[in-house]
């Protein structure tokens, strides 16, 4: 491990937490400190670039005692950490848009080396036209190929989600990459104040990264990676689903913990539920959009309208037997979207397909209503909101509505 | 309704372009005869590699529908015909695509048939060949093996000539005028269609009772359910039985232990790989490592005397070790063929030295008369005389030769399914 230059609790001092004025992706920085991160590469894209330039000061300041690394491409940055992890290295990385595209084939790799790297992805639209704005489609791509995904929207939930991120990925069980997905611009470039934990904390809350038998090391001679047949792959796939399986266990495990030592409770690990009690219909969606929703919600509530939010942060492991018991309690279901399906089941966004999925085996299955809704960085109002509650209260009430709404467009 | 199955082991690259032209010739004549068939190379085969052992297939099938059970596979089940275009695949064939050491005749059907191109009598190539539980033929189209480049094809009616065979031992699979008919398509060439026939004419038939063979058991294991297997695409380095990276070896004549033997694979040799091996003189040998620093195979031990003894299970005869040694026929490749076994040539010469000499300078006597493709410039021209007088038309002008080749041993039964 990476040893910080200062002491980590000076003697005499209290354990407290302090505040700082920091964004998302600061805030994330600011975790890799906490986490004694060992190897760190970079390549600058927007939004992500902030977090590469916060860590080279906290580098330069003399906090940090770790490898940073600025490759000549993302593949190239996302390959140097993934062969630091495997010999034993704890690493952080990260990207944008189409830079993580870029890395595409160095994110198939990793999951399959069993290789617990967090990353962060500063949720930006895909090429072309270049745009900055949030689209959740480039950390989306990696849904199906292993790695874990999780959304936050606030600069704290960011910095203490990097602190669980590594704790879930570098458990024996899990040994899986996990990607924290924050939104371009509202919360990669918008500070805010943070709860910064003290050292100490985060010491009896995460581990040292034990690698085991599966350590890339002269003292343990082992091959990586070798050629397979058909005889080998199926098996080996198997591994990382039961792998994936147990992530959810793991998941629940640390934040139950970072609880107790924290003092933050997030309540349901994978997703926040924002006045669904008594709702009637509710909002689903990830990332910052819940701001907006929220407000929206506690004006509607005024008027007399009962709904809420179950804003998603796992996206992989999906919470299915959590969403189905939750979900099934309303009338009405509105999946928003901050992604696209083209040619998808009912040309929906991403996570609507997944939670009409997960929905079909439920014993309350209420009707879903997607909406895409703030692409390429485009604001979801209040007024958005206004819209899709209105749509969802029809649906509610036995009226037929389309399956898939584009809210915000100009027509 | 009846399908049938033809596999061809051959040599990576040297055989690439031979083994194509024979599957292809049977699904084409198969289409002459009204079937229909697909031709196709083991995906998981290696055949751009020098001397890998891989496999292409031929299925005839009697129409599409009846064709379709036989595809998207990678290898049929069983075959009715299995053809080595080297008799020394004959000891068995290890490729990319399974693991351990598998018989030559492994897919055979019982009653089918293994055609071996080869010039060898039939009592060497059963040395070679693993006994089987079930009878099958053993059937020889008589010539040179037929090794080419990745690039160049030494068209020496090889491709044809089993076609021709194939006529002969299986008339229910071709006729001899459906291959006739195929040639005549797909390359226009009479003198092909001649050498089908001569080698039609020519092919030599041994009915193997079951048992007879080489006797060793090929390697077997059970593949590891997806809980046995260790996690994040690891493998552990090869160790010895007692947990070392490697062991020393012991001197039979003096019983002096040292030198050097690590720890390799015992599921994957890749000595199939070979059709040449070296043959070292300890006598003239100078100590200089080359041949130990210079194998991409790592296959040379030390012995505790300060020699270096090619581990012939590790060996995959590339002749490297011979291409950079100093001393002038120190290390000699010769044909694998000439060999029945994989001992060690250092504990040969230990036990008797002199004897060891005369077996060696026995061995390298033949050193030309196998080669990666061509050694030397007028080698083809060398091997055309034996190829003529295995049957192939010495070509326009020319008559071609006719002396008589032994016949069928056995006749052919009516086994085959």
Known sequence: MARVVEPRVAPGVEEREHEELISGSEA???ACKLADVDVITAYPIRPYDTVMQYVAKLVANGQLDCEYIVAESEHSQFEIVKHASAAGARVFCGSSGVGWMYAFEALTVTPALRIPMVAMVGNRA?????????????????????????WVDTAQEALDTALIAYRVAEDRRVFLPCAIACDGAFLTHSQAIVKVPPQAWVDRFLPPYDRGDLLLHPDNPITVAPQVNEDWLMELRKQNDEAMKRARTVIAEAYRDFEAIFGRAYGNPFFEEYQTADADVVLVGMGTLSMPVKVAIRRLRQEGHRVGLVRLRWFRPFPTEELQATLGRFRAVGVIDRDYAFGSPYTSGVVANEVRAALYDAPQRPPVVGFICGLGGREVTVPDVYRMVALLEQAAAGTRVAPTHWIGIRE | MATYAVEVVYRGIFQKTLAKNITRGIVLAAVKEGKTGISFGRYGDSPERNGIPAKNFAIVADDAEELEASMAQYEPKAVDITIAVDDTLCKGVESWAWYGLQPINRLTKPGG??????????????????????????????????????????DDHTDVRVLGAIARLKPELLSLAAVEAAIREEWGDELKVLSARRAHERVETLLVPPGTGNPETPYEFELPKWWELREGLTIPAIRTADGAAGETLVDPATGTAGGWRPARNPYFKKFTTRTMRPVVDFDTCVKCTLCWLQCPDSCFDVTPDGFYDANLEACCGCGVCEAVCPVANCITMVNEAAFTDNRSQWEMWKADPAAYKAWVQEKIRHRPERSHGFRYRGQYQEQIQAMVAAGVPAGPGHEALTEPVAHDTVEPSAGGN
């Open chain 1, 28 to 30: 994330i920085a600011v």
């Open chain 1, 126 to 150: 895909l090429d072309d036209p270049g745009a900055f704005g949030v689209e959740h489609n480039d950390a989306l791509a990696v849904r199906d190929l292993g790695w874990m995904l999780v």
């Open chain 2, 113 to 154: 048939y293994v055609v071996v191109t080869t010039m060898l009598p039939f009592e060497e190539l059963l040395t070679m060949t693993h006994a089987k539980a079930d009878p099958y033929h053993l059937a020889v189209v008589r010539g040179l093996p037929s090794f080419s480049g990745l690039w160049v094809y030494k």
